[in-house]
């Protein structure tokens, strides 16, 4: 083993470590900001398995799209809240907790054995390495054209939903004229939150 | 077999970064005077006594801007290996990258006009 | 690869009814940004102009000689052309429909029928879809705008519950979908065209590997999702008593008939070497959705959690079509599927009327409603005996004609079972059309005391009247005139080259068993 090779299993060790410590306290912690944080953790481990798998433009995407944006907005999501209550404990809680890390197991086993079981056909072409990204640049537009267009109305949608979802309503006024017909399904409790604008 | 080339600058940057807060903190484990009282534990030399906890309520205006953020965020990930393989490409590859661009030119005006991008 | 000829082989012609209803959705945005909220009066139009818009196109591409296009991205090929034709007609009624109660609801219409359309394109693009990266994207599409459309009603706080409930299982469930194609494409050896999957697997000697199962398995999770199959059926009921009701029945109509599709040509085209197994898999899916969604609507209160759960019978139904995979299969279940968006749609189309009037969708209150509003009570009346099997409705026909070729084909316990869990669904059905209808002046539930004069003058009244009127013709008339239908779903399959060939390999496959040993049990 040459030195190149001992940095890359000590790196994988690093990483790989890093990651499963980080995705586990994901679950675990009690404190949903230290989750939080955690997986941001997780998503730079992830992008350092990507750089060392030769995929340099995806570690990137990874930082920039997951840790950059996706885990801010989780972090801001959990920080507009402002309601730290703790939780009741449940009785024999630990019962589920077992059978969730059973099932967790379980299935870890089968796709462990799966993943060493198939003889996986491994690529015979060359590693792109630095050149990967002007494939992907091709590949965007000639095989994957229709999904790359179609992924730009998935984005004006989601920026669309995001806004409607997150903008403050103006209350619309001119409801209040129609008295024949009444709104529809009047949410069963919390009236008063609900239909504050609808009496 | 990794085949990436520049990292292993980015390997000793990395390796550094990791030993500047060892070394500092070590440091000063063994160089510092192990005192404890009142004093060390309140903020040092100048800035504010902090009032109540380091969670609190954030604005949802932060929200709204992230989330326009991780829209166009996403759309820079996809146009750049457009920019990068851009001489390969030719015109047509311009005007399919054009109508995705265009597409998402709406969302903008879109967040615009509806007041996403206003700190109000 | 040559971008010179790109051009040419792309072959872009074939999306064409997905690019109307996308040029329609960015004209209804930017309408509305434009005028404002006072283009409420003609962006409901323009949507459903260019859904039709949509429509027509795709009856000029029912004879095209090369429908694959986007270098394999996609294929346009008869089946996905009727599907694309039943989730844009959906759309369009569902437009039709969602005026009035949008409006009503104090949240604005633009957004909410340009969120509609996007997921009508992400349908649409399901339905052709031909490799693993559009069929992704496309479902992430039809998704996301679902989920969106579930929490639009965000100052009802049974929206926002029925929101998140569906964003966080559909989160799961996609992501587990998303796993089982990738095992796919690893074991595949790199390849996302679904024609070259199956050789290459074939090729690579891991047919038998466990990994083709487990990929399998996965990605029926994810499909069993979309169509609401028992057991990955747990949000129907709360999301559909808490969306929107428009929503709710795209989401019973459109979204499901994309769910087939993708059942189709997935199971069909990339796994034919498990096929064994994703028939048992199938078989137990739809005797569980058949028996549970049919028994658990009997207890039901609430006419849109009764709906949910029939429409969870329903798919049941539908799946018999696809388990038994002949020609008369596929044709069964797509003429059940096209009959079944009218009287679905009907229904909801009711269900709307009855609660924009009275606010509610509890059963109880239907009591007679015959004296006060005899079209609303004979539209779903026919809609809820259709879906019942009543004849001469329409879904009788359909039921039919799909337990016929069940029978034909030798799949016994799922036509039994189907008949009587349908004889089950008459009783449910029954019981509303019987509160409706038998009751006494002096039984008349408090809403329908309080019910107001039909005005059908009231903005965004016509177009829901006009829905009604649609499905109810639809519905009764469907059965009888049932011929051009007929030719329709018969047509789809004989042209379609995918299953054509699937039938001939089973074909051989039947004469291979029955040549190697004479007494092989028929199959479930």
Known sequence: ?199 | MFVLSGYEYFLGFLLICGLVPVLALGASQILRPKRSGVERRTTYESGMEPIGAAWIQFNIRYYMFSLVFVIFDVETVFLYPWAVAFSKLGLLAFIEALIFIAILVVGLVYAWRKGALEWS | ?524
Not at chain 3, 189 to 196: A, D, H, M
Not at chain 3, 349 to 365: H, K, P, W
């Open chain 3, 1 to 524: 690869m040559d971008f010179a000829t790109l051009a040419a082989q792309l072959n872009a012609g074939t999306i064409l009814p997905e690019g109307i209803v996308i040029t329609t959705l960015l004209v209804v945005l930017v309408g509305d940004l434009i005028v404002g909220r006072s283009s409420n009066r003609w962006t409901p139009y323009v949507a459903i102009a260019g859904l039709l818009g949509a429509i027509v196109a795709l009856y000029y591409q029912w004879d095209l000689s090369d429908p694959i296009s986007f270098l394999g991205s996609f294929n346009s090929d008869a089946l996905s052309i009727v599907f694309r034709g039943i989730i844009a007609l959906s759309a369009a009624v569902t437009v039709l429909m969602s005026i009035r109660y949008v409006e009503q609801s104090g949240t604005s219409l633009a957004e909410f029928i340009v969120i509609l359309m996007t997921a009508t394109v992400g349908g649409m693009f399901l339905a052709g879809a031909d490799e693993l990266v559009t069929i992704y994207v496309a479902l992430e599409t039809l998704s996301i705008s679902s989920y969106l459309l579930t929490g639009y009603m965000k100052r009802d706080p049974r929206s926002n519950e029925a929101a998140l409930k569906y964003l966080l299982i559909g989160a799961a469930s996609s992501a587990i979908f998303l796993y089982g194609v990738s095992l796919l494409y690893g074991l595949s050896g790199g390849e996302t065209r679904l024609s070259v999957i199956t050789t290459n697997i074939a090729a690579n000697n891991v047919d038998q590997s466990i990994g083709v199962v487990i990929a399998l398995v996965f990605v029926i999770a994810g499909i069993a999702f979309k169509i609401a199959a028992v057991p990955f059926h747990q949000w129907t009921p709360d999301v559909y008593e808490g969306s929107p009701t428009p929503v709710v029945a795209f989401l019973s109509v459109g979204s499901k008939a994309a769910g087939f599709v993708l059942a189709v040509r997935l199971l069909v085209s990339a796994f034919p070497l498990v096929s064994e197994q994703w028939h048992f898999v199938l078989t137990a899916l739809a005797l569980l959705s058949m028996i549970l969604g049919n028994v658990v609507a009997l207890a039901q209160t609430s006419m849109k959690r009764l709906l949910a759960y029939s429409s969870i019978g329903q798919a049941g139904f539908v799946m018999i079509g696809l388990i038994i995979g002949t020609e008369a299969g596929y044709a069964s279940m797509i003429f059940y599927l096209l009959v079944y968006l009218f009287m679905n749609l009907g229904g909801f189309a009711c269900v709307i009327l009855f609660s924009l009037r009275t606010g509610t969708d509890e059963i109880s209150e239907y009591s007679g409603l015959y004296q006060k509003d005899p079209l609303l009570t004979l539209a779903l009346s026919i809609c809820l005996l259709s879906l019942g099997g009543i004849p001469p409705l329409a879904g009788f026909f359909g039921k039919l004609y799909l337990f016929w070729a069940g029978w034909q084909a030798g799949a016994y316990w799922l036509v039994l079972v189907g008949l009587m869990t349908s004889v089950v669904s008459i009783y449910y059905y029954i019981r509303v059309v019987k509160m409706m209808v038998v009751k006494e002046a002096d039984e008349m539930s408090e809403s329908v005391k309080n019910y107001p004069a039909s005005d059908w003058n009231l903005e965004g009244m016509r177009p829901l009247q006009v829905s009604l009127i649609v499905t109810l013709v639809a519905t009764s008339l469907a059965g009888i005139l049932s011929n051009p239908l007929f030719a329709l779903a018969n047509g789809s399959v004989e042209k379609t080259p995918l299953l054509q060939s699937s039938l001939n390999t089973a074909q051989t496959a039947l004469v291979d068993q029955s040549v190697a040993t004479s007494s092989t049990p028929a199959p479930l």
């Open chain 1, 1 to 199: 083993m040459n030195i190149a090779d001992g940095v890359q299993v000590v790196s994988f060790a690093v990483l790989a470590l890093m990651m499963l410590g980080a995705a586990l306290g994901v679950v675990l912690l009690n404190n949903i900001v230290y989750s939080a944080f955690l997986l941001g953790l997780v998503f730079i481990s992830i992008s350092g398995l990507y750089i060392l798998l030769n995929a340099g433009f995806v570690a990137a995407a990874q930082v920039l799209i997951y840790v950059g944006a996706v885990n801010v907005l989780i972090l801001f999501g959990i920080m507009l809240v402002n309601k730290r209550q703790p939780f009741a404990p449940v009785r024999s809680a630990w019962l589920s907790k077992v059978a969730t890390a059973v099932v967790c197991l379980g299935i870890f086993a089968l796709l462990g054995t799966m993943v060493l079981a198939t003889p996986w056909q491994l690529s015979t072409e060359a590693i792109a390495g630095d050149g990967a990204l002007v494939k992907i640049g091709l590949h965007f537009f000639s095989d994957f054209l229709l999904p790359f267009e179609l992924a730009s109305v998935l984005l004006l949608m989601a920026l669309i939903g995001a806004i409607v979802l997150a903008r403050r309503e103006y209350l619309p006024d001119e409801l209040e004229e129609e008295t024949v017909l009444t709104l529809p399904e009047r949410p069963r409790e919390l009236t008063s939150s609900g239909s504050r604008s609808n009496p």
